[in-house]
């Protein structure tokens, strides 16, 4: 079942991508496991933010990595609409 956002968010989302505040700036983030599986579990869903989901979904792939004993139970799945999503057996956990 897709997940209807609504114009209003649709146009906000389309106006991030066309302002002139789109600029690339290289940041560095800190955070404990359970901060980075919350992350994943509200970025990386069928609601989210293409550009958001898309950061979340590629944090996901590096921590998996990483350490596969914490991060390993995620998933990233192709939802009905075609785009990826990730999911973990253990929501809200």
């Known amino acids: 079942m897709p997940i209807n956002i609504?114009?209003?968010?649709?146009?906000?989302?389309?106006?991030?991508?066309?302002?002139?505040?789109?600029?690339e700036a290289p940041i560095y983030i800190t955070a404990n496991a359970n901060a980075w599986r919350h992350f994943i579990d509200i970025r990386a869903s069928?609601?989210?933010?293409?550009?958001?989901?898309?950061?979340?979904?590629?944090?996901?792939a590096c921590l998996s990595h990483v350490d596969p004993l914490i991060f390993g139970d995620d998933s990233i799945e192709q939802a009905e609409d075609g785009d990826f999503i990730a999911t973990s057996p253990y929501k809200g956990a």
Request: hydrophobic share 40%; aromatic share 0%.
């Open 6 to 23: 609504g114009p209003r968010k649709n146009r906000q989302q389309a106006a991030r991508g066309i302002l002139s505040n789109v600029v």
């Open 46 to 60: 069928a609601g989210a933010d293409p550009e958001i989901r898309h950061l979340a979904l590629l944090t996901l």
